[in-house]
């Protein structure tokens, strides 16, 4: 069915368990694009027919989301998220990668590019965030699922109640969304899928404040970074937002900045065309 629609399924080893991956063969330095939360690889269904073709291109579900494995009492967090792309990057064989990074992946690929710099053509932020920075702000939902003691009482709510679970999911995630088409037909999809995902949501929820502060030690090495960065926001995006686009463009120095107007957090889903132009467009370091 994959080959039929363009693209290899993989199974890669992490450790007893499998990540899921789907390779589009193409030309070029592979562009490897990553999801965040609560979201899967379905986030790019409209951004990959505008990569490929020429290029080749790697989409993957982080253990614990979308058809990867879901171990249960795994410890989901953003270093070992870090750890599934890089035995990805091994398994496929992927050398001086454009790496994309949107939402919550912004901190496993920010750190594996900083840490293997000769293995990045280019990187690619969209919508994403690693550390705290003044004008960032959590969706009310991330808000609820994220603070201590709040967090608890929030869980068991939704727990206890799927309608409430649904609604809020599909009113939060729909406000990423600015194409109403797009939104009426990618939000209860994502949803059907995030249900068995909801171990890792905790758990990444859980290690988001602390990955953020942590971060922050990171400054030097991403003003170090020379290789060459894009960062391409959706403008009407409140959370991660202008200026949170506009600090990523101070902290790299051999940074590019987009700002979309009319696309909100799912940039890629709002405006694919314009995304995939400026994917293709970077420059090679």
Same mark, same amino acid.
């Given at each position: 069915?994959?080959?039929?629609?363009?693209?290899r399924e993989a199974w890669v080893p992490r450790g007893q368990h499998?990540?899921?991956?789907?390779?589009? &063969?193409?030309?070029?330095?592979?562009?490897?694009?990553?999801?965040?939360?609560? +979201?899967?690889? @379905?986030?790019?269904?409209?951004?990959? &027919?505008?990569?490929?073709?020429?290029?080749?291109?790697?989409?993957?579900?982080?253990?614990?989301?979308? #058809?990867?494995?879901?171990?249960?009492?795994?410890?989901?967090?953003? $270093?070992?998220q870090t750890g599934d792309l890089d035995v990805v990057v091994d398994?496929?064989?992927?050398?001086?990668?454009?790496?994309?990074?949107? +939402?919550?992946?912004?901190?496993?690929?920010? +750190?594996?590019?900083?840490?293997?710099?000769?293995?990045?053509?280019?990187?690619?932020?969209?919508?994403?965030?690693?550390?705290?920075?003044?004008?960032? /702000?959590?969706?009310? #939902?991330?808000?609820?699922? $994220?603070?201590? *003691?709040? @967090?608890?009482?929030?869980?068991?709510?939704?727990?206890?109640?799927?309608?409430?679970?649904? #609604?809020?999911?599909?009113?939060?995630?729909?406000?990423?969304?600015? +194409?109403?088409?797009?939104?009426?037909?990618?939000?209860?999809?994502?949803?059907?899928?995030?249900?068995?995902?909801?171990?890792?949501?905790? $758990?990444?929820?859980?290690?988001?404040?602390?990955?953020? *502060?942590?971060?922050? /030690?990171?400054?030097?090495?991403?003003?170090?970074?020379? /290789?060459? !960065?894009?960062?391409?926001?959706g403008a009407a995006d409140p959370y991660l937002n202008i200026g949170?686009?506009?600090?990523?463009?101070?902290?790299?120095?051999?940074?590019?900045?987009?700002?979309?107007?009319?696309? /909100?957090?799912?940039?890629?889903?709002?405006?694919?065309?314009?995304?995939?132009?400026? !994917?293709?467009?970077?420059?090679?370091?």
């Amino acid at each position: 069915m994959g080959e039929a629609m363009g693209y290899r399924e993989a199974w890669v080893p992490r450790g007893q368990h499998r990540i899921y991956a789907r390779e589009y &063969p193409g030309e070029g330095p592979p562009v490897v694009l990553l999801h965040g939360f609560p +979201d899967n690889l @379905r986030l790019y269904d409209r951004l990959v &027919p505008h990569l490929h073709p020429p290029r080749r291109v790697v989409t993957f579900d982080f253990l614990g989301w979308g #058809a990867s494995d879901k171990p249960a009492r795994y410890p989901y967090t953003a $270093s070992n998220q870090t750890g599934d792309l890089d035995v990805v990057v091994d398994q496929l064989a992927l050398e001086r990668m454009v790496l994309v990074a949107h +939402d919550a992946s912004g901190p496993p690929a920010i +750190d594996w590019a900083l840490s293997h710099p000769e293995r990045i053509a280019a990187l690619v932020l969209l919508n994403t965030y690693y550390g705290w920075m003044k004008a960032l /702000r959590r969706p009310q #939902a991330i808000f609820l699922y $994220s603070t201590p *003691i709040l @967090r608890n009482l929030a869980r068991l709510a939704v727990s206890r109640f799927e309608a409430l679970d649904q #609604a809020l999911y599909r009113w939060q995630v729909g406000r990423f969304i600015n +194409d109403s088409a797009a939104r009426d037909e990618l939000v209860p999809l994502l949803y059907s899928q995030f249900r068995p995902a909801r171990p890792a949501f905790w $758990s990444l929820n859980n290690d988001l404040l602390g990955t953020v *502060i942590s971060r922050r /030690r990171m400054i030097p090495a991403m003003r170090g970074f020379s /290789r060459p !960065v894009r960062i391409i926001f959706g403008a009407a995006d409140p959370y991660l937002n202008i200026g949170v686009a506009k600090r990523f463009h101070q902290l790299f120095p051999n940074s590019e900045l987009f700002l979309l107007p009319d696309a /909100r957090h799912y940039v890629q889903v709002d405006q694919p065309e314009k995304v995939a132009s400026l !994917v293709l467009s970077t420059p090679a370091g």
